[in-house]
């Protein structure tokens, strides 16, 4: 058997510790990892932060980056790779929101993995099982009183000149998915003096204005996972007509990411089933009525469930 040369032995002792090498941690990311302006975005933004880490990615956290048009903006110009985004919102995203499908939990969701895959190379990932629709909220004395407790009794109050003063984000006011669709379903129509619009979608902040009547407010824009209502006194009105598409947090990636790190689907899957309902109301809470950091409150979460330790 032919021996190795002098060359070849010091090409071997040079190369072998780079053979079958282990992707280590510091060559995983970075993973740049943003989420809209309001509570749930952000609490889902550190979620996914958090659990990246854990599984040993380096991370960029650009949590609350900015409202749905800029943050759209910024993944499909690979600015962020991954954030968490609402089902519902595809049929805004491609121009369809016509369609009866996006009322469908499942049927929207399969529609928007297929048609930003196709258009945009993104991928949805796990939905969590909440419903995150935009909703109109109200104090509850001013409900009882007025007898509100549908946006069709909300339509009638304005229709026949009942004082109001909604708070909402400048999306909320604009978009077509939200007070517009609801003025067109329910036949009312707000005027500009009977809005206080604000620049980010927080809606601590829009409820806390009609709990409080800051500036005259007394109705406001609200999510379905909300955890402060009960807790500030307000009470969300039925969308009867089923105006709302569903929205469900999913988190979203760029599909080159994903690929180059597959393992991020498995990590995240669990979490995001995980998060009913009541889960993401009471977290939510945590960090709107408690005033606890967003970041701690979802480590409390990941830890208590055993997803990070």
């Not at 809470?285 to 055993?306: F, N, P, Q």
Request: aromatic share 8%; net charge positive; glycine share 8%.
């Amino acid at each position: 058997m032919r021996r190795p040369t002098f060359i070849a032995v010091i090409l071997s002792l040079f190369l072998t510790p780079f053979i079958h090498m282990p992707v280590s941690a510091a060559t995983k990311g970075p993973v740049v990892v943003a989420s809209k302006i309001d509570t749930e975005g952000a609490l889902l933004g550190k979620m996914i932060v958090l659990l990246l880490e854990e599984n040993g990615f380096k991370t960029v956290d650009k949590t609350e980056f900015g409202p749905t048009p800029m943050i759209r903006k910024a993944i499909s110009s690979e600015q962020i790779d991954i954030y968490p985004e609402y089902t519902g919102n595809g049929g805004f995203f491609f121009g369809i929101s016509d369609q009866p499908i996006w009322k469908d939990a499942l049927k929207g969701y399969l529609k928007v993995k297929e048609l930003d895959k196709k258009n945009n190379d993104i991928v949805w990932l796990t939905p969590a099982p909440a419903n995150n629709t935009w909703a109109i909220c109200v104090r509850r004395d001013l409900a009882n009183k007025e007898r509100l407790s549908t946006l069709e009794d909300f339509a009638s109050f304005v229709n026949r000149g009942g004082r109001v003063k909604l708070a909402g984000s400048e999306e909320f006011v604009t978009s077509g998915a939200a007070l517009p669709a609801f003025q067109k379903a329910y036949g009312f129509s707000l005027r500009k003096d009977q809005l206080l619009t604000l620049s980010g979608g927080n809606t601590a902040q829009t409820e806390k204005a009609a709990a409080q009547g800051i500036s005259g407010v007394n109705f406001a824009m609200a999510y379905g996972t909300d955890g402060q209502l009960a807790a500030l006194g307000l009470v969300v009105l039925d969308d009867t007509k089923r105006v709302q598409p569903v929205y469900e947090p999913t988190p979203i990636i760029r599909a080159k990411v994903l690929a180059k790190y597959p393992e991020i689907e498995g990590i995240l899957d669990p979490v995001f089933k995980s998060l009913d309902l009541v889960t993401l109301q009471t977290l939510n809470a945590s960090i709107a009525v408690e005033g606890l950091d967003a970041r701690e409150v979802a480590a409390k979460y990941l830890k208590s469930k055993g997803f990070i330790k």
